[in-house]
């Protein structure tokens, strides 16, 4: 038995999605998206840009045991939901690189799109940066990318030029509450994606679409979990190991929940709905 999971995204159908949705927020304009970020992005920003905090709140629910990843296990998860047509989206590059993004220009930026200092959405934006700017563990590469043809590039440099690749991510039912901490139920054999390397790229809370996208070396492992709850709902998640955590930063949230030291065991976290992973074509041939 399949999972059930329609086709991963091709490249040019996630091209016409971030076109189509770009020009939707063109018409609209920036000020409803950005009010809609205000509320929604600094919660899940702590998620998503996998910073090392103390901060417990629900949102950090997403971490599991790899032994978890069989057919029957309950896991408590997290799964942020937003309306992508209100959300950021992805500017072209020619645009989005005549704005600054530094945070020695955070005065005129937060000028620019009409933020006051000491705002949530200022304090969001700084720390947006200060994490872009931020080096990057052993083993890392990484890039905050702000247009669609620079995540391509930053792809490609990991792939190499001659590599096909595709994107996957989590698919929320329509049932999946908003923003809700809920008891999910593996209901189908996880489905490992056999992929060499993987890139993985979070959504980060700014004005327009920010992107932090990292290559990790080292063994970790992509794997498709169709999950369920208690009322009907389906969620086609992904989800990725991450086999050695030894140069993982001591105090990172993983560990707290999970109970367990660096390097001690892999680390495992489902994917929110807006952020992505990319993977080499050829990882679908091989299933």
Known sequence: MGLGFSSSW????FCVLLVLTYAEARKEGYSHSLQKHKDEGLEEAMVTKHIHTHDMDISMHIFFSISDL????RIP????????????????REEVESIPFSSSRLPYLLQFFGFSEGSSQAIAMADTLKHCETEPIKGETKSCVTSLESMLDFASGVFGIETSFEVISTKLGEKTPNNLLKNYTIVQQPKHIPAPKMVACHILPYPYAVFYCHFQ???????????????GEKVEAVAVCHMDTSKWNKDHVSFLLLGVQPGASPVCHFFPADNLIWVPSSAFIRL
């Open 77 to 92: 998860v997290y799964f942020s939901k937003r309306d992508p047509a209100t959300s950021p989206h992805l500017l072209p």
């Open 217 to 231: 070396e080292g063994e970790n492992k992509v794997f498709q979990v169709l999950l369920g709850s208690e009322n």
């Open 70 to 73: 069989k057919v029957g296990k």
């Open 10 to 13: 091709s490249l040019l159908s």
